[in-house]
């Protein structure tokens, strides 16, 4: 019997990606965020705030992505996101609390 991989399903349409930024920011929890200006990354992050600009969204991520690295780039218009995937994890969980408390200690 074999078993059947499960897949993750990144979310591409621009209605849901708000949803699931809104969520992030008001819960803390993390999200997989790509975006044109990342290039072919993906950081894991949550969403500090969201601000409304004329005909588009600034997303304020969180400077440092879930494991304390440095976000290249920590503002991204909501239209440069090409997708997210939300996790249940909290951006402010103690164990990733200290592991970026030690890695800034490290630096």
Same mark, same amino acid.
């Given at each position: 019997?074999? /078993?059947?991989?499960?897949? !993750?399903?990144?979310?591409? $349409? +621009?209605? #849901? !990606? =708000?949803?699931? %930024?809104?969520?992030? &920011? @008001?819960?803390?929890?993390?999200?997989? *965020?790509?975006? %044109?200006?990342?290039?072919?990354?993906? +950081?894991?992050?949550?969403?500090?705030?969201?601000?409304?600009?004329?005909?588009?969204?600034?997303? /304020?991520?969180? #400077?440092? $992505? =879930?494991?304390? *690295? &440095? %976000? +290249?780039?920590? @503002?991204?218009?909501?239209?440069? *996101?090409?997708?997210?995937?939300?996790? &249940?994890?909290?951006?402010?969980?103690?164990?990733?609390?200290?592991?970026? $408390?030690?890695?800034?200690? $490290?630096?």
């Amino acid at each position: 019997m074999e /078993l059947e991989q499960p897949s !993750i399903q990144w979310i591409t $349409d +621009a209605a #849901e !990606i =708000l949803k699931v %930024l809104i969520d992030s &920011k @008001e819960n803390g929890n993390v999200i997989g *965020i790509t975006a %044109l200006s990342f290039g072919p990354t993906i +950081a894991m992050t949550a969403v500090d705030d969201i601000v409304d600009v004329k005909n588009d969204k600034i997303v /304020l991520l969180r #400077e440092n $992505d =879930l494991l304390g *690295i &440095k %976000l +290249a780039e920590s @503002e991204v218009l909501l239209s440069e *996101i090409v997708s997210v995937y939300p996790l &249940k994890t909290k951006y402010n969980d103690p164990f990733h609390v200290r592991l970026r $408390d030690y890695r800034k200690d $490290d630096l």
